[in-house]
């Protein structure tokens, strides 16, 4: 007892001593890491100023775990496995990239950057469809789906067991029980019912599923990296992705009396839905025990290549193992070689310092740059970290707009209608860095033109926020931009 008594007083004497070192090796880790100085600073004021709190957020959210290390191994094996191919197409890819070059001028780097990273090959025979919202997504997908003959391949972010999740599924078993092959990626804590619903599901012979980096008590911290990505693959010659995860709040029908919601899809069939199935065949081997050869049967978009479309289509993917932030580096290209216009849709604006850069200065030099950002978004932190960044565009010359007929969830970019992307990648730190995160590169006119036509009317259901307008604002709104901005780097 008298030991006890004296380790307790102690303990309450000196307590300060064995969390003080704590709270020094923890600051120590942060800055051996090597981080982004401004990530670095933050995290250190987190722990500092939110004792107890910070420690735990940074054990969440904050440690270069070695999740990463091991994506990094993966992504070097995987690089293996194409390189002997990489090889023998080379001459191919170079005359393909002459020709897109032809057609877009230096824009035309931007595919180039993507082969020469061996993300994706440059594919000139693509037909392309611009798809606004779930009503139109879901409509085509679904005729996709009934009329799938080999495989289907979807990797989802959010798949909610509602309305149109239903359909969808009971699609999928359908066609599964015809002897097509479904195989179904979900992020296990963007869907939480989806992955509770699938493992107490008997098993289908041709109906196999897995849950991407499951967080359970002793991963904890691993729930920091999520698959944002939204992928349909049928047949392998049919490929879909854009902002539109399977949810009924992506339908705006009357029954739903919800916030009206914007968001943006593509429909491609061509060469480079083989690509698009490579992508989904790497996120499987890392998440799956199942493994599945990926053979021409799977890889149809070759074959059926023709004078079925004339759009060039690669894709850039990136993940917390990439060498590098690859969209972000392949929108500062294209930014870069701007000559007309810029236009950006997304619904949160947390920029690092590069693109933050790139668009100033595109707007700078003469280059038209209007971002849409929605008015009201879904996340208190993200929607005032994103305005504190608005000043220096507007400043800048850079023109803002805010939407206010809904939430606008669509991740687009149109540059000199010319070149766009459509994907799931949000212009912040998050999808830059972290997520697994995947966009279609598309050169092709008339989806430029309709991306374009689209911006004007998402434009028309805006509001432009002048330099005088963010002055405007309250003081005290001001103050709490720039609270939440101190977070951004975590956000």
Sequence with gaps: MEVIHLILHYLSSYYWIPLLLIYLGVILTVLIENRNPTKTIAWILVIVFLPFLGLFLYYLFGQKFTTEKRLEKINEHQL??????????????????????????????????????RLSFPSLHNQVELLINGEQKFQRLIVDLLAASHSIHMEYYIFEIDTIGKEILNILEKKAEEGVRVRIIIDSFGSPNLHKYLKRKKKNIHFSWTGFLPVTFTS???SNYRNHRKIAVIDGKIGYTGGINI???????????????????????????????????????????????????????????????????????????????????????SIGEANKKIQLVTP??????????????????????????????????VQHASFSFLK???????????????????????????VSFIGTVNLDTRSFYINYEIAAVVADPKLCQDMNQQFQIDKGHSKQLTLEGWLAR??????????????????
């Design 80 to 117: 293996l496995r194409i390189q002997q191919e990489w090889g023998r197409l080379e001459p191919i890819m170079e005359e393909k990239l002459q020709e897109i070059n032809g057609r877009i001028g230096n824009l035309s780097r931007v595919y180039t950057f993507l082969k020469n990273e």
């Design 220 to 222: 904890l911290a691993n």
């Design 247 to 333: 949810a009924d709040r992506y339908i705006n029908l009357k029954e739903n009396k919800g916030v009206y919601w914007r968001d943006t899809a593509v429909r491609v069939v061509g060469d480079s839905v083989a690509m698009l199935q490579l992508n989904f065949w790497n996120s499987w081997m890392q998440a799956s025990s199942e493994p599945f050869h990926l053979d021409k049967s799977y890889i149809l978009g070759v074959e059926v290549a023709g004078s079925e479309g004339n759009a060039a289509v690669s894709y850039v993917s990136s993940n917390p193992g990439s060498k590098g932030p690859y969209n972000m580096e392949a929108l500062l290209i």
């Design 348 to 381: 949160y604006y947390i920029p690092s310092e590069e693109l933050e850069t790139a668009l100033m200065i595109a707007a700078a030099s003469g280059v038209e740059v209007e971002i849409i950002l929605p008015k009201s978004s879904d996340s208190f932190f």
């Design 392 to 418: 220096p565009l507007l400043k800048r010359g850079v023109k803002v707009y805010l939407y206010d007929k809904g939430f606008i969830h669509a991740k687009t970019v149109n540059v000199d209608d010319k």
């Design 474 to 491: 309250s003081k005290w709104k001001r103050g709490i931009d720039s609270l939440c901005r101190l977070l951004a780097p975590l956000l």
